[in-house]
């Protein structure tokens, strides 16, 4: 079945597009030795969707498992490489397209050299930074204790003087006794230990608290803050510090301290309280401060030349490896024959690329120096094929938006073909000014200029979707451009472009003007909307009557069209089931209520009658046979509506009843010949049933479950025909909100500003007017009508025809492999 | 300009469109034909953009009434 659908174009050739590629299942049997080779050139030509043959087995079973692991850890090398390379600001040279040959396993032993070495220099790098920020805490240490002890000495023997100059001078009875004693004690003193370091500023209340408890106050703690943040030796980070100080008594209290200090993650450095040593000591540390230093740049430097040479090949490496990494990972889908002496491959693949397919196998086998080619056949399947559709920079931005609804089922009429014209149209309706669409054009403009040089960079998230939309964007423009010139808007001001003005006052006072209006002196303006309705008092009733029918002509049109497309489907799959009880009837039912008012709308135009059409349409239904009076707009319209209504009404069981009745009858057809004797199976092929029942022996037949789903079909066809037409109205809505706009951000902004003769109001009024035009009309209408189009695309024109449950064609190919940055 | 003689001009400019998408860019039966496709739906739309337009004015029911502000 799924091969004789090729020849359904009829009298011209296929078209472009409009149909997926055809596929087919393909099988390889390729001898292990040449295995490699085939499938990177295979990967070279993209042309192939393998399938997974080793399903059932875990990632771990499969033959190739070592080799991906192996793969994955240069990947993770790699990563290293490239994480060290941001931080220390490198970057990777672009990808030289002349690159010599690696082999895979030296690169792999390089990639482990290079690791080690970088490993080794970071570590080394580290020890000595840690060294160099201990240092730099020592001295702080030194000078902010220094300072304590020094003021400390300083009051004290200033104390000290002072009590002297006590005793000496009054040395009388009244002095207390204990204060003598404290003297005496003075030499027999314990001394007092201390210990100095560094402790974050954030913890030294905590560590304040802490210590006091542990001592039961039996401690002195001394603080000062370090002006400027401080490198952490352990975490590397800049903090804020604060210099200590403990003074204690005895060893417990010693032991309790440094164990506190430890639990704080305080840095302790040793201290003497000789002034000489600490001078000493200060001078020692600046020096060896000085040569860390020197080393520590040394090492550096190292590493950035090291970094240097991986960042010339960096890209290169990068793209073999994941090569590789994609050409195991399709190895281990394909199952190992039984001698082990052959891969089994199997795979979709465009019938018209087989020859290509062929060559690449022959080609492989011959570089890899195997004795035997590989055997390539075609194998017949039931299962579907994907959907493939070649297109080109202009046309996928098209099919993208039909994919985002949903892949085409295989080789169904494709929607993305009329999409290509019709998307851009049904914006430019709601979004029609020219002057709008010329900035719109500008805009994408740039972007298809510049698109060599954009396509190879990063772009942002929402220029990046710019740029992947430049040609819909530009057919937008051309379009909005287009209905510009019919609305005869450009930023909303009218321009009398196309010949005289059909209006003029009925005489030369022009008193008339302001209450009955102008009088038509001339045949209708000839291209768009008369410039003289622009202002008038009479312009939104009707801009309102025009836009509304426009939308209903324009929506009837695009549904038939829809409905046609399915009609091409029918014949294309031989199911004749689905052209005479679905398109026959759906063609018939949305003509005759629809199609009607289309013509009633053409003919009331046509011959300016008063009729009204609301009263015309209900009354169609309510009292078919009352006469239609004043509203009847030609002659036996009476007749004809009973007729499409009578049509109508028939349309409905037609949709509904005769499908599944057949399907059943056809059934059970099968069925009996099948029970009496084994006929010849598949010749029923062009009765036009479903591919799937043809082939199936023991296919299951629910009748009741075809007949509802004809039933929800049916019903969704008929209220969709009502609904669906309803939508469309949003054509002269969003197309009445934008004009509306423009006019506002014109009149109210731009005028008024013009209005006060003053040149700062006027240039404040025209920053204003583009921004507003800028930020409102051309970003969010443009959203939103493009939104809008989307919609009427997806619903109302494509639920007419399009089944969308396909899946798509995804080739084992090197190119796609680029693109999927991480 | 009458309904008919515009509507031939549009005929007459989608039938130079064909032809010159038809010469300049030849890329097989396949490729002309969607071509042809998409320059026929153009027109049409085009053209029916215009016709809807033309035929709204053709014996307008109201005329313009100009705004005292004018």
């Given at each position: 079945?799924s091969?004789?659908?090729?020849?359904g174009?009829?009298?011209c050739?296929?078209m472009?597009?409009?149909?997926?590629?055809?596929m087919?299942?393909v099988?390889?049997?390729i001898?292990i030795e040449?295995?490699?080779q085939?499938?990177?050139y295979?990967?070279?030509?993209g042309?192939?969707?393998f399938?997974d043959?080793?399903a059932?087995?875990?990632?771990?079973?499969?033959?190739?498992?070592?080799?991906?692991?192996?793969?994955?850890?240069?990947?993770?090398k790699?990563?290293f490489?490239?994480?060290?390379?941001?931080?220390?600001?490198?970057?990777p040279?672009?990808?030289t397209?002349a690159?010599?040959?690696?082999n895979f396993?030296?690169?792999?032993?390089?990639l482990?050299?290079?690791?080690t070495?970088?490993?080794e220099?970071?570590s080394?790098?580290?020890?000595?930074?840690r060294?160099?920020s201990?240092?730099?805490?020592y001295?702080?240490?030194?000078q902010?204790?220094g300072?304590f002890?020094?003021?400390?000495?300083?009051?004290?023997?200033?104390?000290h003087?002072?009590?002297?100059?006590?005793?000496?001078?009054?040395g009388?009875?009244?002095?207390?006794?204990?204060?003598q004693?404290?003297?005496?004690?003075?030499?027999?003193?314990v001394?007092?230990?201390?210990?100095?370091g560094l402790?974050?500023?954030?913890?030294?209340?905590?560590?304040?608290r802490?210590?006091?408890?542990?001592?039961?106050?039996?401690m002195?703690?001394k603080q000062?803050?370090?002006e400027?943040l401080?490198?952490?030796?352990?975490?590397?980070?800049?903090?804020a510090?604060?210099?200590?100080?403990?003074f204690?008594?005895?060893?417990?209290?010693k032991?309790?301290?440094?164990?506190?200090?430890?639990?704080?993650?305080?840095?302790r450095?040793?201290?003497t309280e000789d002034?000489?040593?600490?001078?000493?000591?200060?001078?020692?540390?600046?020096?060896?401060?000085?040569e860390?230093?020197?080393?520590?740049?040394?090492?550096?430097?190292?590493?950035?030349?090291l970094?240097?040479?991986?960042?010339?090949?960096?890209?290169q490496?990068n793209?073999l490896?994941?090569?590789?990494k994609?050409?195991?990972?399709?190895?281990n889908?394909?199952?190992l024959d039984v001698?082990?002496?052959c891969?089994v491959?199997e795979?979709?693949?465009?019938?018209?690329?087989?020859t290509?397919?062929?060559?690449?196998?022959?080609?492989?086998a011959?570089?890899?120096?195997?004795?035997?080619?590989s055997?390539?056949?075609?194998?017949?399947?039931n299962?579907p094929?994907?959907?493939y559709?070649?297109t080109?920079?202009?046309t996928?931005?098209?099919?993208?938006?039909v994919?985002?609804?949903g892949?085409?089922?295989y080789?169904?009429?494709?929607?993305?073909?009329?999409?290509?014209?019709?998307?851009?149209?049904?914006?430019a309706?709601?979004?029609?000014?020219?002057g709008?669409?010329?900035?719109?054009?500008?805009?994408?403009?740039?972007f298809?200029?510049?698109?060599?040089?954009l396509s190879?960079?990063?772009?942002?998230?929402?220029?990046e979707?710019?740029?992947?939309?430049?040609?819909?964007?530009?057919?937008?423009?051309?379009?909005?451009?287009?209905?510009?010139?019919?609305?005869n808007?450009?930023?909303?001001v009218?321009?009398?472009?196309?010949?005289?003005?059909?209006?003029?006052?009925?005489?030369?006072?022009?008193?008339?003007?302001?209450?009955?209006g102008?009088?038509?002196?001339?045949?209708?303006?000839?291209?768009?909307?008369?410039?003289?309705?622009?202002?008038?008092?009479?312009?939104l009733?009707?801009?309102?009557?025009?836009k509304?029918?426009?939308?209903?002509?324009?929506?009837v049109?695009?549904?038939?069209?829809?409905?046609?497309l399915?009609?091409?489907?029918?014949?294309f799959?031989?199911?004749?089931l689905?052209?005479?009880?679905?398109?026959?009837p759906?063609?018939?039912f949305l003509?005759?209520l629809?199609?009607?008012l289309?013509?009633?709308i053409?003919?009331?135009?046509?011959?300016?009658?008063?009729?009204?059409?609301?009263?015309?349409?209900?009354?169609?239904?309510?009292?078919?046979?009352?006469?239609?009076?004043?509203?009847?707009?030609?002659?036996?319209?009476?007749?004809?509506?009973?007729?499409?209504?009578?049509l109508?009404?028939?349309?409905?069981p037609?949709?509904?009843?005769?499908?599944?009745?057949?399907?059943?009858?056809?059934?059970?057809?099968?069925?009996?010949s099948q029970?009496?004797a084994?006929?010849q199976s598949?010749?029923?092929?062009?009765?036009g049933?479903?591919?799937?029942h043809?082939?199936?022996?023991?296919e299951?037949?629910?009748?009741?479950?075809?007949?509802?789903?004809?039933?929800?079909?049916?019903?969704e066809?008929?209220?969709?025909?009502?609904?669906?037409t309803?939508s469309?109205l949003?054509?002269w809505?969003?197309?009445?909100a934008?004009?509306?706009?423009?006019?506002?951000f014109?009149e109210?902004?731009?005028?008024?500003?013009?209005?006060?003769?003053?040149i700062?109001?006027?240039?404040?009024?025209?920053?204003?007017?583009?921004?507003?035009?800028?930020?409102?009309?051309?970003?969010?209408?443009?959203?939103?009508?493009?939104?809008?189009?989307l919609?009427?695309?997806?619903v109302?024109?494509?639920?007419k025809?399009?089944?969308?449950?396909?899946?798509?064609?995804?080739?084992?190919?090197?190119?796609?492999?680029?693109e999927?940055?991480e | 300009?009458?309904?008919?003689?515009?509507?031939?001009i549009?005929?007459?400019v989608?039938?130079?469109?064909?032809?010159?998408?038809?010469?300049?860019?030849n890329?097989?039966?396949?490729t002309?034909?969607?071509?042809l496709?998409?320059?026929?739906?153009?027109?049409?739309?085009?053209?029916?953009?215009?016709?809807?337009?033309?035929?709204a004015?053709l014996?307008?029911?109201i005329?313009?009434?100009l705004?005292?502000?004018?």
């Amino acid at each position: 079945m799924s091969t004789d659908h090729r020849s359904g174009g009829g009298c011209c050739p296929p078209m472009d597009l409009m149909r997926s590629e055809p596929m087919q299942l393909v099988q390889a049997i390729i001898p292990i030795e040449s295995s490699h080779q085939t499938v990177s050139y295979l990967g070279d030509l993209g042309l192939i969707q393998f399938k997974d043959l080793n399903a059932d087995k875990s990632p771990f079973q499969r033959t190739y498992a070592n080799q991906i692991k192996r793969c994955g850890e240069m990947a993770r090398k790699l990563r290293f490489f490239r994480d060290q390379m941001t931080k220390a600001s490198v970057f990777p040279s672009a990808l030289t397209v002349a690159h010599p040959n690696v082999n895979f396993d030296d690169l792999e032993a390089k990639l482990c050299e290079l690791e080690t070495e970088l490993l080794e220099v970071n570590s080394n790098n580290g020890k000595l930074q840690r060294t160099y920020s201990e240092l730099l805490e020592y001295v702080l240490v030194l000078q902010k204790a220094g300072e304590f002890f020094y003021t400390a000495q300083d009051s004290a023997t200033a104390q000290h003087r002072q009590n002297e100059e006590n005793i000496y001078s009054d040395g009388s009875i009244e002095k207390p006794l204990l204060d003598q004693e404290m003297f005496i004690d003075h030499s027999k003193q314990v001394k007092l230990g201390f210990v100095s370091g560094l402790v974050p500023k954030g913890k030294s209340m905590a560590f304040e608290r802490i210590l006091f408890r542990a001592t039961r106050g039996n401690m002195f703690l001394k603080q000062a803050a370090v002006e400027d943040l401080v490198t952490d030796p352990v975490s590397g980070e800049e903090v804020a510090m604060i210099v200590f100080v403990v003074f204690y008594s005895g060893e417990r209290a010693k032991t309790k301290i440094l164990k506190i200090c430890d639990a704080f993650g305080a840095n302790r450095y040793p201290f003497t309280e000789d002034v000489g040593r600490q001078k000493q000591m200060i001078d020692e540390v600046s020096g060896k401060i000085k040569e860390l230093k020197v080393t520590i740049d040394a090492g550096l430097q190292h590493r950035d030349n090291l970094l240097k040479t991986i960042s010339c090949q960096f890209e290169q490496w990068n793209l073999l490896v994941r090569k590789e990494k994609s050409v195991y990972h399709t190895l281990n889908m394909l199952s190992l024959d039984v001698s082990k002496k052959c891969l089994v491959a199997e795979g979709w693949s465009p019938i018209s690329a087989s020859t290509q397919v062929q060559n690449v196998l022959q080609k492989a086998a011959k570089d890899s120096n195997s004795q035997v080619g590989s055997i390539f056949q075609v194998l017949n399947t039931n299962a579907p094929p994907p959907t493939y559709f070649q297109t080109n920079k202009f046309t996928s931005a098209f099919q993208e938006i039909v994919d985002a609804y949903g892949v085409a089922r295989y080789q169904e009429a494709n929607p993305g073909v009329f999409t290509i014209v019709t998307f851009p149209f049904l914006f430019a309706v709601m979004f029609g000014d020219w002057g709008h669409g010329i900035c719109l054009l500008l805009t994408t403009l740039y972007f298809i200029i510049r698109e060599k040089k954009l396509s190879t960079q990063k772009l942002g998230d929402i220029t990046e979707m710019i740029f992947g939309g430049r040609y819909v964007i530009l057919m937008m423009a051309i379009s909005s451009i287009y209905t510009g010139f019919i609305y005869n808007e450009f930023f909303s001001v009218p321009f009398e472009l196309f010949g005289k003005s059909a209006y003029a006052c009925s005489d030369s006072s022009c008193s008339d003007a302001y209450t009955e209006g102008l009088v038509k002196v001339r045949p209708a303006y000839s291209f768009g909307v008369d410039p003289e309705w622009h202002g008038s008092r009479s312009e939104l009733p009707f801009l309102n009557s025009l836009k509304m029918k426009m939308s209903i002509l324009l929506g009837v049109a695009q549904m038939n069209l829809g409905i046609i497309l399915s009609y091409f489907n029918g014949s294309f799959f031989r199911n004749n089931l689905n052209i005479w009880y679905q398109f026959v009837p759906q063609l018939i039912f949305l003509n005759s209520l629809f199609g009607y008012l289309s013509l009633l709308i053409i003919v009331k135009w046509c011959t300016g009658s008063k009729a009204d059409l609301y009263h015309v349409m209900i009354y169609m239904f309510l009292s078919p046979t009352d006469d239609l009076g004043e509203n009847q707009l030609f002659d036996g319209q009476k007749n004809l509506q009973m007729v499409l209504l009578l049509l109508a009404l028939v349309s409905v069981p037609w949709m509904l009843l005769p499908k599944p009745l057949i399907l059943k009858k056809q059934h059970e057809e099968r069925h009996q010949s099948q029970a009496y004797a084994m006929l010849q199976s598949s010749d029923d092929g062009a009765l036009g049933i479903e591919p799937n029942h043809a082939s199936n022996d023991h296919e299951e037949f629910e009748f009741s479950e075809i007949f509802v789903h004809q039933l929800i079909h049916t019903i969704e066809f008929v209220l969709g025909a009502v609904s669906n037409t309803a939508s469309y109205l949003r054509l002269w809505a969003l197309s009445l909100a934008h004009s509306e706009l423009s006019t506002v951000f014109y009149e109210k902004v731009l005028i008024l500003a013009w209005g006060y003769n003053n040149i700062i109001i006027l240039a404040i009024g025209i920053v204003v007017f583009i921004c507003a035009t800028i930020g409102v009309l051309l970003v969010m209408e443009t959203l939103s009508a493009f939104l809008h189009a989307l919609r009427l695309h997806w619903v109302e024109f494509q639920n007419k025809f399009y089944e969308g449950d396909g899946y798509k064609f995804v080739p084992f190919s090197f190119a796609l492999l680029t693109e999927e940055e991480e | 300009m009458g309904f008919f003689v515009t509507s031939l001009i549009f005929l007459l400019v989608g039938v130079i469109a064909a032809i010159f998408v038809r010469l300049c860019c030849n890329r097989g039966p396949s490729t002309n034909l969607l071509h042809l496709t998409l320059v026929i739906t153009a027109i049409i739309c085009c053209w029916m953009m215009w016709a809807i337009v033309y035929l709204a004015q053709l014996k307008p029911l109201i005329v313009p009434i100009l705004n005292e502000g004018d």
